[in-house]
């Protein structure tokens, strides 16, 4: 609403060399609050915003903030496999992203595997719409990736069709 709005817009104003920001389940924060954040946080690098009621748009949004290393949009039920390819598109310098958005698709990991070539780690919780070919696609460009949490799994190496049965 007016009142998150105008508090994160003053809080940004106020710090413009602000890099990290933590949102987590605050349910005013909406895509006009991340319109605010990505035109006035031009050295933001660490976004959390678990839970909270954004769209494809506001990511559209946070694409402008190039030096963003770490986004935390788990439980951000509106987000689609648009919102990670802004994101991939904007984002080139992202190493973490916690993305439990039941919506996913293999797209997802595909767009990440073209723009974030510095991913270390992703998060992915129960997403069904992947599995191992987005899941190989990522560790193949991704040579960094250390790490891809999906299904209560710690993933470290690419699958094979049978490891994705269990």
């Known amino acids: 609403g007016i009142n998150a709005e105008y508090g994160v817009l003053s809080l940004l104003v106020h710090s413009p060399l602000l890099s990290t920001l933590s949102l987590n389940w ?8 991340l319109l605010h954040v990505a035109d006035h946080a031009p050295s933001l690098r660490h976004l959390c915003l678990n839970g ?13 903030c190039h030096r963003l290393s770490t986004l935390l949009i788990g439980q951000c039920h509106q987000i689609t496999d ?49 599995d191992y070919r987005g899941i190989n696609y ?6 960094f990736l250390v790490k891809i949490e999906w299904r209560a799994q710690e993933i470290i190496e690419p699958l094979n069709i049978e490891q994705t049965l269990v």
């Open 138 to 143: 990522l560790f193949d460009k991704c040579q």
């Open 52 to 64: 909270c009621p954004i769209t494809d748009e506001g990511i559209k949004s946070l694409s402008k």
């Open 82 to 130: 648009q919102a990670i390819s802004y994101l991939s598109q904007g984002c080139p310098k992202l190493e973490r992203l916690d993305m439990w958005c039941e919506n996913l698709t293999n797209q997802s990991l595909f767009s990440l595997g073209k723009g974030c070539p510095k991913l270390l780690k992703v998060q992915m919780g129960w997403v069904e719409g992947v």
């Open 26 to 33: 605050c349910h005013n924060v909406n895509d006009e609050v």
